[in-house]
């Protein structure tokens, strides 16, 4: 069930339900109405904070990525450098695959409703490019001779990672962070060309 009143600003914790809605019940699942009840705020609550459901949605995009923000903290981002890269990425994937997959599942619900909403394309695609600029950086620093390309090579790697054992046919149980580690240093190593 999703999370009840907790004592965190009411903003919050309206996101927070509704993430917590997409992933239990999916897009069908998040009313205005199912998040009052989940959180267990007075009816019209989250109304008053989100008028329209686009509005909601963009509430829920915006937590979704403050969220995902914090799944890596600042002081364990890597630093340019291959093994730091697959560390500090491997880390990040093994949180949401064990502490947070949830966060996973309400991803993927707002990025299919993105896909059918303009309005929420955009919204949802300058949210994703924060999390994006900083690989660019990163593989740019490491030597990557088309960092653009090999970012879009190693978040869809990332991404079907999380997929696959969030959702898909690997979900009974994630990789350890070795493994991960190791996955993503071989996709890394191709990438530039270490010898």
């Not at 339900?17 to 998040?30: D, H, P, S, V, Y």
């Not at 994703?128 to 090579?153: K, M, Q, Y």
Request: proline share 5%; aromatic share 4%.
């Amino acid at each position: 069930m999703a999370a009840r009143s907790t004592g965190a600003p009411r903003a919050e914790l309206i996101a927070d339900t509704a993430l917590a809605l997409l992933a239990e019940r999916g897009m069908r699942g998040l009313t205005h109405r199912a998040v009052d009840e989940a959180a267990g705020l007075p009816q019209g609550s989250t109304s008053n904070h989100a008028r329209t459901r686009l509005a909601l949605l963009e509430t829920a995009v915006r937590r979704q990525a403050e969220r995902e923000a914090q799944v890596l903290t600042p002081e364990e981002m890597p630093v340019p450098g291959t093994d730091s890269i697959a560390a500090g990425l491997a880390l990040a994937l093994h949180r949401y695959l064990t502490q947070q997959p949830q966060l996973v599942i309400s991803r993927y619900e707002l990025a299919l409703e993105a896909t059918r909403r303009p309005e929420l394309r955009t919204f949802y695609d300058e949210a994703g490019r924060r999390f994006r600029e900083p690989v660019t950086a990163l593989l740019r620093a490491a030597g990557s001779a088309d960092p653009e390309r090999h970012t879009l090579s190693l978040v869809a790697w990332c991404e079907g990672v999380m997929f696959s054992c969030a959702a898909g046919s690997f979900h009974a149980a994630a990789p350890t962070h070795e493994e991960l580690t190791r996955g993503i240093d071989e996709l890394l190593s191709g990438m530039l060309a270490r010898h």
